[in-house]
């Protein structure tokens, strides 16, 4: 059986793009590799969303309709990650979204009228096929000489809570929210460093979403004033040997732990019989409705980046309806 239509992601644009086929009577099914939403569980416990969830402003809602804040005992203004996969998991089941866990798409074959794709569970064949796994596949380590395989140094997604680095001496990489949020953990449990490899930039100053904003801004700012985190801002780390670290202006100190939080990278599925481009990035070069350089395979949600606000749900949930309407029109 030839589907309409296979969503890869069972992530919150996928669900959303799932909503308006269910909505308006079009085959489809949504494959995910583990649970709903499994990117983001596993992500930090207890992290809480920067963007507002309350009536009036609403940011991290999949919908208006059916809004993050309606579900009882949400932390508010800012809900937590567990608040946000209970309330996935609530959008799914009420919806009635036709989405199979525990599946992963290993391969991918663009066929004349579609696509085979092949999954942990059996092959399945659609006529459009969108990719709605997210931006945050592989974490991405800085190219740095003794980075590789070094046994003391691990990236953000594994960090779980401050008890494990005690006493020891942490270097936290990166200068963005989630180096901002780990190095405040950090603060007082352990000896915390951390550097950037340009200037510090903040929401309050650029209005920039990606720069360190909230809470995190003021809290830092004083943690930097007191010296209770040592900041080498605008000095990048060049080489690391073992736990010894060499700094661009010449420094060198060594540290137990060097903890990279320099963001993640697309990871793309496997694909025959299509020229899937993409950027630098590695995100996919698409159209202004989503649809990438191979025909009927369209991207959404945060690895389609219609602009630079697309890393966020509010910045990508309006786009989600133009890769619905052009796969509808074509059907």
């Not at 402003?57 to 009882?72: C, F, N, Q």
């Not at 951390?194 to 909230?214: A, K, N, Q």
């Not at 793309?268 to 409705?289: F, H, K, N, Q, T």
């Not at 395979?297 to 980046?305: E, I, K, N, P, V």
Request: glycine content about 10%.
């Amino acid at each position: 059986m030839k589907r309409s239509v296979l969503i890869v992601g069972g992530g919150p644009a996928g669900l959303l793009l799932a909503s308006h086929f269910r909505e308006h009577g079009i085959d489809y099914r949504v494959l995910e590799r583990g649970k709903i939403a499994q990117a983001w569980r596993a992500m930090r416990p207890g992290m809480v969303l920067l963007s507002p969830a309350v009536p009036g402003t609403d940011w991290t809602s999949l919908t208006l309709r059916h809004p993050i804040w309606a579900l009882p005992k949400v932390r508010r203004p800012f809900p937590t990650r567990e608040d946000f996969l209970c309330y996935v998991e609530a959008f799914a089941r009420e919806q009635g979204l036709n989405v199979v866990e525990n599946t992963a798409v290993t391969r991918v074959s663009a066929d004349p009228g579609g696509f085979a794709v092949s999954t942990t569970d059996g092959e399945e064949s659609c006529r459009f096929l969108v990719l709605a796994s997210g931006a945050s596949t592989a974490p991405a380590f800085p190219d740095i000489p003794g980075i590789a395989r070094n046994p003391h140094v691990v990236h953000s997604c594994d960090f779980i809570h401050c008890a494990a680095y005690a006493g020891k001496r942490v270097l936290v990489v990166g200068g963005g929210n989630s180096a901002a949020e780990i190095a405040i953990e950090l603060a007082g449990t352990a000896t915390v460093s951390m550097c950037t490899r340009g200037p510090v930039r903040y929401f309050s100053e650029t209005g920039d979403l990606e720069h360190i904003r909230g809470s995190s801004e003021s809290v830092l700012k004083e943690l930097f004033r007191f010296g209770i985190i040592r900041m080498r801002e605008d000095d990048p780390v060049v080489s690391v040997a073992h736990r010894r670290v060499r700094y661009r202006n010449g420094d060198e100190h060594e540290y137990d732990w060097i903890l990279c939080a320099t963001g993640y990278r697309p990871k793309c599925i496997p694909l025959e019989g299509g020229d899937l481009r993409v950027d630098p990035g590695g995100y996919p070069a698409i159209s202004a409705v989503g649809e990438t350089t191979v025909p009927g395979l369209y991207a959404c949600g945060s690895l389609a980046r219609f602009n630079r606000r697309c890393a966020f749900i509010h910045g990508f949930r309006n786009y989600v309806e133009k890769v619905f309407w052009d796969i509808a029109d074509r059907l």
